[in-house]
């Protein structure tokens, strides 16, 4: 199996990268192709068998580099046909999304105007990318790691319960608290001329004013004079030194502050502490704070920390939000009059737990879903939910509406983007082959139909033998897109192709044989339930304002082959259909007069 995943930036020191690197190399342990697509990568490439895919991309500001390296991504695993991807950063169009940070849709209300998210680009690109990853119809699934993610994406965009994957903590296995504990700390505190009274504080991470770097700081300063003299506190992070010696200053604490920069020992470090400080104003998950509790490194975070629970499980020492300085102040010094009782604590806490699930869950989920795809589990491919986010789309073949669209030798291919493009492919190979044959279903100068039978599943092919070149009158064009906005209307349009003499293959799930009009659709045992549904189809139809130029009983369906579809009955032939804020009397009567007189009961005129 062929994995892609995407990573804005790769470098060392971050949680996110290290993420990136561990699942990339489970997958190759299993196996797997692994490929890490990113814009730049900074440190050493790993030694397992992993391609590094670098697409440098130039912009003037960081948000439209992201937007161009999403557009890029989606080319990128298109044309050297990937079977998963999985999207490290805000990446619309993959197949999982690794939910890394908040909700922005959640959390930037509270920090910016109406008017400011509206109007700075930055903010409008990074909530365009979030809203495309969790549009109803995209394809992706978010794998969160804290349940106050979940509980945001939830209330902001109100997804199903079957897009999220629960992950468990994951962590750096060097963390681990090692036998020989007490010699390393003793190494590298001498490495750090730390004395032997001394206090060692540590926090580690980018972005101080979001990680609560201040917070800590006044912290310190509210210290007893006593405590304050023997605490020395270590930061390690990629935030500018002179950022941080400024700050530190302002609090009047700098003579206590290190700033140690990104390092690659933060192994050693947490062995070296006494106590974790995060007392982060945002901060998705942390999974510092697992690295910290696993090497027996009591913690103190705020409530805002996705792996806030952990920590209090552990110790107890969450401070709870809405954030109050004093609470913060009050338990640091608590937790400094009892620092061996609370290492003792962390230490039982964590040693029967397994911390390092995340990779193999990850990769689980993976497979799971390459197993779907393989086997064309159409029910978990196919969408059939809502019409009501695709039926006046604008701008319909987005990722965000689960499409992905790719020029390729052969044309066009305009595709679902969870269904295998490799797939759509075999059965168009099978069409052709019928059609040399002479075995098509219908055939005229305007198109041909065939049933194909393929990976074990049945199709239905439509080619337009000779296609108008422009758009408005392109009778696949139309047809794709009315077949996708009437989802739950008509049979599953699981890809277009556009080929280079302008002929246009459709390929459909196959519903059955028998329509409205056969001969023996009467001997079916819930004929009453049929026409019923027939009836409620249509009227939903009008009711949403969609008038089906031909609504004839030959394209009432019986389904027969898709029971996970909702209706026992099915529009086709969807190449004139038109929209309406409300259908016109006269549209209505017409198609409720070409349904009758096409029972065989009723007389034409």
């Known amino acids: ?21 561990r699942f990339a190399q489970e997958a190759v342990r299993r196996g797997h192709q692994a490929t890490i697509l990113t814009t730049d990568w900074i440190g050493s490439r790993p030694d397992e068998d992993i391609s590094i895919e670098i697409m440098p991309v130039r912009a003037l500001a960081n948000h439209r580099a992201v937007d161009k390296f999403a557009r890029c991504f989606l080319d990128y695993r298109c044309h050297h046909s990937y079977d998963i991807s999985l999207a490290m950063s805000r990446i619309p169009g993959a197949d999982f999304y690794f939910v890394a940070d908040s909700c922005m849709a959640s959390w930037m209300p509270k920090k910016h105007s109406h008017f400011i998210l509206k109007t700075m680009p930055r903010f409008r690109t990074y909530l365009a990318h979030e809203r ?7 394809p992706t699934r978010l794998l969160y790691i804290a349940s106050p993610q979940k509980d945001d994406f939830l209330s902001a965009y109100q997804l199903p319960e079957e897009r999220f994957i629960y992950l468990p903590p994951g962590m750096d296995p060097r963390c681990q608290r090692p036998d020989n504990a007490e010699h390393l700390r003793q190494q590298k505190r001498i490495e750090l001329r730390l004395a032997n009274d001394a206090i060692m504080l540590i926090q580690i991470g980018t972005n101080i004013w979001r990680k609560g770097f201040d917070r800590v700081l006044v912290a310190i300063a509210a210290l007893p004079e006593n405590l304050r003299n023997r605490v020395r506190f270590f930061l390690a992070g990629n935030d500018k030194p002179e ?19 990104p390092r690659d020992d933060v192994h050693e470090l947490l062995l070296a502490a006494d106590i974790m400080v995060h007392p982060a104003r945002e901060e998705g998950a942390g999974n510092v704070l697992i690295e910290g509790l696993v090497a027996g490194l009591p913690v103190i975070c705020s409530a805002a920390c996705g792996f806030g629970s952990f920590v209090n499980e552990a110790t107890q020492t969450v401070v709870p939000e809405p954030f109050a300085q004093q609470n913060l102040n009050s338990m640091l010094e608590q937790s400094l009059a009892q620092l061996p009782k609370l290492a003792a604590r962390t230490i039982a806490y964590a040693k029967p737990r397994d911390f390092c ?29 809502p019409t009501d986010n695709l039926l006046r789309a604008r701008n319909f073949n987005r990722p965000e509406n689960g499409f992905s669209t790719m020029a390729y030798p052969e044309g066009r291919w305009t595709f679902l983007a969870r269904f295998p493009l490799d797939k759509l492919r075999d059965i168009l190979v099978v069409h052709q082959q019928i059609c040399s044959a002479g075995k098509w279903l219908k055939n005229d100068h305007k198109r041909r139909v065939t049933r194909v039978h393929c990976h074990g599943q049945s199709f239905v092919v439509k080619e337009f033998c000779t296609d108008y070149v422009l758009n408005y009158f392109n009778h696949g064009r139309r047809t794709w897109e009315s077949s996708q906005r009437l989802r739950g209307f008509t049979a599953p349009c699981l890809g277009w192709l556009r080929d280079n003499e302008n002929r246009s293959f459709l390929i459909f799930a196959d519903l059955g044989e028998m329509n409205l009009w056969h001969e023996s659709h009467v001997q079916h045992e819930n004929l009453s339930c049929i026409y019923w549904a027939a009836g409620q189809l249509m009227a939903e139809l009008h009711g949403n304002g969609i008038y089906h130029a031909d609504a004839k009983t030959t394209n009432f369906v019986i389904n027969d082959l898709c029971p996970w579809l909702p209706r026992p009955t099915l529009i086709i032939d969807c190449d004139d259909v038109r929209l309406y804020r409300v259908l016109p009397l006269a549209r209505r009567t017409k198609n409720l007069a070409q349904f009758l007189a096409t029972t065989g009961v009723v007389p034409a005129e």
């Not at 950022?243 to 920069?261: C, E, I, N, P």
Request: aromatic share 8%.
């Open 1 to 21: 199996m062929k994995i892609l995943i995407a990573l804005f930036k790769y470098f060392p020191w971050g949680g996110l990268q290290k993420d990136t690197l």
């Open 132 to 138: 495309a990853i969790c549009s109803p119809l995209s």
């Open 243 to 261: 950022k941080v010696r400024k700050v530190a200053q302002a609090h009047g604490v700098a003579d206590s502050v290190t700033f140690l920069g």
């Open 357 to 385: 699930a995340r990779d193999r869950v990850v990769v689980d989920a993976i497979e799971a879903l390459a197993v779907q795809k393989e086997d064309l589990d159409l029910p978990t491919l196919y969408n059939c939910r």
